[in-house]
């Protein structure tokens, strides 16, 4: 019984000599490993790519900063809404006590 395989690249069963054997022929394992390199390289761009758009940190910082920022702004603008309906509240009892007085 000869040993047989089925090619990783094309399909045909061929017998093989070598357990480790993957293709049926030179050519196919040629193609299947042309191939690899080939998104090995495509690979490599897109981490790169990927790593291009993370890397510049410093792009980022100035924009969560920024972001800080607004936030601490909006939070005084809060506070100084609070102050301003308190500081209402105060000159209306004021004007309520003065009122009272001068009846
Ligand atoms: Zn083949």
Redesign the pocket.
Known sequence: MTPKKQ?K??G?EFTYKNITAK???HK?RQAAYERRLKERRLENENSRRKSQQCSPLSNNIPKIKEKTLIRQISMNEEMLRQYMVVATMIGMYLAIELRKKFR
């Open positions: 090619c690249r094309c045909t293709f049926c022929s196919c």
